[in-house]
């Protein structure tokens, strides 16, 4: 006979079981409303949903507008448009100094490389010796120092000046200011942040740049793109504050029908908070599962495997680290890291880390992989971490999402666990070419 407990948790499985099928009943009629509205009008395609952008994705697109000698023609148009957006957050007391003015000489320049070895998304000279340094955080977290060390990198860059003029452009995704500002209030007020939407409307925000950009564009095809570029940032994020959001349905005919069924009762309600409350475990336990499958592609035999790092994989840092048998075993030689920056392993990367004592052998490694980031084999060098990294392929870099969670179902833990491996093991061949 069951006690009340196995009761109380079989009452709420037959209730889940029920709301489900109810729903399924309310998203099919939905769909097919949903697919002639497609056929017709289209209003979910998206041109950034074909090719799920990320932060370079991104940042290659700003990078391609800001350049005065780019495709899209308009010659120094969207660049003149971004500084006088950059200049609505900046502090009165450098707002004079930053740059304005003839632009047409002006170069764009992609991952580019420091002195310290840090690559910043994108770096804009403009006016001779003045640099300003674009860093794209839509949704990663910073690296140690990495503001302040941008701003000292470009100041080098800027030449010897007595004032050398370089600048940081924080592009933020949440509107929130980065953490790595530098601690003198003059260089603080070089490292303006502009936040992907406004507050308001027509508050200074990448979003504000982008319609500008479309307002004063000469080009339809361009036109265009801006427009799929507008909708993007619109779809993906929130205004900074409450007050600024709009209270617009989604054009999904699905998402709005699922809405009203939720709303439709009480009991539809509940189920549904309870079901939002558990996703983050669903996540943790396919998580769990992958990082097991991957362990079991490196027989014990042939490899080391650190398994300490990737018990809690909801923490703010989670990998998980393996080391070849051949190598040595001290701490201070590399390891194979795949790993994530980010809770529900959104951002998922593999990479080399090496420690700062590491043995002249490492360091002989380090020198030789280092100059080949951003090549062909598209690895970033960074100060923290692993000492080179790359994110995995778009396929399989998010773990968090409805696409890489379904392909959990359908093509199995062992598949999935199989191409991260060849990822991984793609490393170790590197790696032994140079030992």
């Known amino acids: 006979m069951k006690n009340h407990a196995e009761q109380d948790v079989s009452t709420h499985l037959t ?22 509205l497609d056929r017709c009008a289209a209003t979910r395609f998206s041109l950034f949903s074909l090719f799920s952008p990320w932060e370079t994705h991104l940042s290659r697109v700003f990078g391609s507008l800001l350049d005065p000698g780019g495709t899209h023609g308009q010659g120094d148009v969207f660049l003149r448009l971004f500084l006088d957006e950059v200049r609505g957050v900046l502090d009165d007391k450098v707002y004079g100094r930053f740059p304005a003015g003839n632009l047409h000489d002006s170069r764009v320049y992609l991952e580019h490389l420091l002195d310290a070895g840090r690559r910043i998304d994108i770096a804009l000279r403009v006016r001779g010796a003045t640099w300003i340094g674009i860093e794209n955080k839509p949704w990663a977290e910073e690296q140690c120092d990495q503001i302040s060390d941008y701003l000292k990198g470009l100041r080098t860059k800027a030449g010897p000046e007595a004032e050398p003029d370089a600048w940081i452009v924080y592009l933020s995704g949440d509107g929130k200011l980065p953490e790595t500002l530098p601690t003198s209030p003059e260089d603080r007020m070089r ?138 075993t001290n701490p201070h030689d590399p390891a194979i890291w795949l790993c994530t920056d980010q809770p529900c392993w959104k951002d998922v990367w593999v990479g080399l880390y090496f420690d700062e004592q590491s043995s002249q ?29 790359k994110y995995l392929h778009e396929d399989l870099r998010d773990w968090s999402s409805e696409r890489f969670l379904t392909r959990f179902l359908e093509d ?24």
Not at 361 to 385: C, M, N, R, W, Y
Request: charge should be neutral.
């Open 15 to 36: 209730g889940l079981r029920a709301f489900f099928e109810r729903l399924k009943i309310e998203t099919d009629m939905a769909q097919r409303a949903q697919a002639e």
């Open 191 to 328: 490292c303006p942040t502009l936040p992907y939407r406004g507050a308001e409307r027509g508050s200074p925000s990448l979003e504000n740049w982008v319609e500008k950009c479309r307002t004063e564009c000469k080009a339809e095809r361009v036109r265009w793109f801006l427009t799929e570029l507008i909708e993007y940032i619109r779809k993906e994020f929130e205004p900074p504050s409450p007050q600024g959001r709009e209270t617009i349905m989604t054009d999904d005919i699905i998402v709005n029908e699922t809405a009203n069924f939720v709303k439709s009762s009480k009991a539809n309600l509940k189920l549904a908070l309870q079901v939002e409350k558990t996703m983050p475990y669903v996540r943790k336990h396919f998580v769990k599962d992958a990082l097991r499958a991957v362990e079991e592609c490196f027989p014990k035999t042939e490899w080391t495997i650190d398994r300490s790092a990737t018990q809690d994989v909801m923490a703010k840092w989670a990998c998980l680290v393996i080391r070849r048998q051949t190598w040595k």
């Open 361 to 389: 052998d490492v360091q002989h490694i380090k020198k030789k992989v280092e100059p080949l980031t951003g090549s062909g084999f598209d690895f970033h060098a960074s100060k923290d971490g692993p000492g080179v990294w």
């Open 412 to 435: 199995g833990t062992d598949q999935i666990a199989s191409e991260i491996s060849l990822e991984l093991k793609e490393i170790h061949k590197f790696v032994e070419s140079l030992y």
